[in-house]
C-alpha cells in the first residue's frame, strides 16, 4: 500500500521519529482496544509492544460467538530511525503457531517535497480448510485501517505543517 504526503520526509520523520503517538490506534474504526505495554529506546531508535483487540466494527453476536479473545493480538514494532522504517510483528493471542503476519512501514522522499510513506505486509494462516478465508479477512480489515490510518496521519500532519 502506497501513500504520498505533499511535506518532506525529513519533517514528517522528525516528527514520527520522536515518539510521539500521530494517530492514537484505537481511534479506528474496527480497533476496540489498543494498549502500549512496553516502549524502550533501542540501538538504532526505539522498541513498542500493543495489546490490540479488533472487534469494533463485527456485529456483537458474531463477537460473542467467536470470544473477544480470538480477536486480540500483540504487536510488536521495531523503528529504525536511521533508515526511517517501521518493522512490525502481530502475534495473536490464539493459533500462534499457524499465523504469521509481519509488517513493513518507511518513509522515503518523493520529488523535492513529498513524502511517500510505503506499507508492505506478509501474512500467512496455516489451517486446513479455513486457512485462505481467515487470510482473504484479515487482509480486508488491514487494508481498511491502512487507509484510514493514512488518512488520519493526513490529518495531523496538515495541522502540524499547514496544508
Same mark, same amino acid.
Given at each position: 500500500m502506497e501513500h504520498r504526503f505533499p511535506w518532506p520526509a525529513d519533517k514528517i520523520w522528525a516528527v514520527m521519529s520522536g515518539g510521539e503517538e500521530a494517530v492514537p490506534m484505537d481511534k479506528l474504526k474496527n480497533v476496540s482496544q489498543c494498549v502500549e505495554v512496553e516502549h524502550r529506546k533501542t540501538d538504532r531508535g526505539f522498541f513498542r509492544k500493543y495489546n490490540w483487540r479488533v472487534d469494533g466494527e463485527l456485529p456483537r453476536p458474531l463477537v460473542h460467538i467467536i470470544g473477544k479473545e480470538m480477536l486480540t493480538f500483540v504487536e510488536e514494532t521495531e523503528w529504525d530511525l536511521g533508515k526511517a522504517v517501521l518493522k512490525t510483528k502481530v502475534i495473536p493471542h490464539f493459533f500462534t503457531d499457524h499465523i504469521t503476519c509481519r509488517i513493513t512501514r518507511s518513509y522515503a522522499t518523493s520529488g523535492d517535497s513529498e513524502t511517500l510513506y510505503l506499507v508492505k505486509g506478509f501474512l500467512e494462516v496455516r489451517l486446513p480448510l479455513i486457512g485462505r478465508l481467515i487470510e482473504s479477512t484479515i487482509v480486508h480489515y488491514?487494508?481498511? *485501517? *491502512?487507509?484510514?490510518?493514512?488518512?488520519k496521519l493526513r490529518e495531523f500532519f496538515a495541522i502540524r505543517f499547514g496544508s
Open positions: 488491514m487494508i481498511k *485501517n *491502512n487507509a484510514e490510518y493514512a488518512e
